[in-house]
């Protein structure tokens, strides 16, 4: 690559739709994660990292070769060595190519995986829309029976409610191979007869993917789609069944959902149940989906592998973010520290450095600005912390071998024995701790 001669000078900047990820944010994803943990051990799943670089053709025949992603969503490239590789815009994919690769078959079925990690799409980025993001997903391989599908939207359901805001999770049935074909032979016929009032897009999605029309954001579409026929109506015996015994369990659960017959996915390896998350009352709600999810019986043959039956959702962090702080939904904040040790003068920081390791060891919560050489500083750090207590570690008192202690409510010090200061430290504490 040529370097311009005045390169010095340039200041850089954030690759288009990408974001940092600042400590204030940062909290909100450390959350989301722990959330994730704690669903995951309830409901026994595992974790599983899987790497961000995948080879092209995974995405080529998992995902389909005629959907958005692959068309023109994806960060591919060859390599050095002439590998075709792409930075993975979902997790489905990669996932069942583990599954394989490592013989999960052979594992006691089902599998329950989930995963937490950035995908990468070249989206035109708007509002909740960026080129990386994070998602959270569930995964179950290897079952069959529609109480997985319950329980995945179930568990969609529950970040939601456990964030605090109310949601309604969207469903559909998208039907199987056998009976697919005839609703998509309905759908064309369907959209034929008024192509010429589809938007551009719908067009071209005529010919390459039928059943995407439903899935349009296209204003002058919305009207047409309202009265194209709908899948449901198609079914065949197994999925008409498959579809009710999942809705009943729904019903049992008391999961807020609408049966909505657009929600038919961007991605190709559905079938049967299709669901998103939509925030209440959301009517652009098919532009910012929270998360979505299905099954997709057929991924595992479309990748080489033997017939996997297999259910699983994503939800987008960052559009979870967003809504929580919408809600004012309270995270937990990174514990604050109880106590403060400010120093003064070159051999306290000396010490102090190793002060602050005991106490820590002792398990007290404690704050520094080591950064800081004065005392106004340093309380001043203390005070935005909100501590009970600050140590002051002066040369006076490295010579006495003592240390004051100071009370940030009334500001009363008190000079005390060195060696004595964690268990004085303690006593006042757990003192507080009483009487709060
Ligand atoms: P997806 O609907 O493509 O499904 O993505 C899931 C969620 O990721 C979306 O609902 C949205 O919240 C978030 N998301 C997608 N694209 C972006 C973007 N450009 N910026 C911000 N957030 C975004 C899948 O990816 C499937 N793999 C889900 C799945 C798992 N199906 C079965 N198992």
Known sequence: MKQSGDSKKKSYQLVKGMKDILPSD???????????????????????ETPILENTE???????????????????????????????PENTAGVVRAYIEHGMQTWPQPVKLYYSGSMFRHEKPQAGRFRQFNQIGFEVLGEADPIMDA?????????????????????????????????????????????????????????????????????????????????IDFLCEDCKNHFIQVL??????????????????????????????????????????????????????????????????????????????????KVPDTPKPEIFLAQLGPEARKKGLKLFEALLKEGI??????????????????DKLGVKFTLILGQKEIVDGTIMIRDMENGIQE??????????????????????
Not at 288 to 314: C, H, I, K, N, T
Not at 315 to 329: C, L, S, T
């Open 26 to 48: 940062a909290r909100y994803f450390a959350h989301m994660n722990r959330l994730a943990d704690q669903l995951a051990q309830i409901y026994g799943y595992g974790k599983i």
């Open 58 to 88: 995974l995405f080529f025949r998992g995902i389909g070769s005629a959907t958005d992603i692959v068309e023109k969503e994806m960060f591919s490239f060859e390599d050095q060595s002439g590998d075709h590789l792409t930075l993975r």
């Open 151 to 231: 329980q995945m939207i179930l568990i969609a359901y529950k970040f939601c409610e456990l964030n605090g805001f109310s949601c309604v999770m969207q469903v559909n049935s998208i039907g199987c191979a056998d009976c697919r074909p005839s609703y998509e032979q309905e759908l064309k016929d369907y959209f034929k007869r008024v192509k010429g009032r589809l938007s551009e897009i719908s067009q071209a999605r005529l010919a390459k993917n039928v059943l995407r029309i439903l899935d349009s954001k296209e204003e002058q579409d919305l009207p047409l789609i309202a009265e194209a026929p709908q899948q």
């Open 248 to 329: 009943e369990y729904l019903d049992e659960l008391e999961i807020p959902y609408a049966l909505n017959p657009n929600i038919v996915r961007g991605l190709d390896y559905y079938n049967r149940t299709a669901f998103e998350i939509w925030t209440t009352g959301e009517e652009a709600g098919r532009q910012s989906a929270l998360g979505g999810g299905g099954r997709y019986d057929g991924l595992a043959e479309m990748l080489g592998g033997q017939p996997v039956p297999a259910v699983g959702f994503a939800i987008g962090v960052e559009r979870f973010i967003n809504q929580i702080k919408e809600a004012d939904h």
């Open 365 to 382: 919560k404690v704050g520094e600005n080591f950064a800081k050489t004065g005392l106004k500083a340093q309380l001043e750090t203390a």
């Open 415 to 436: 000079v005390v024995d060195c060696a004595k200061v964690t268990a004085e430290i303690k006593k006042r504490l757990a003192k507080i701790a009483v009487i709060e």
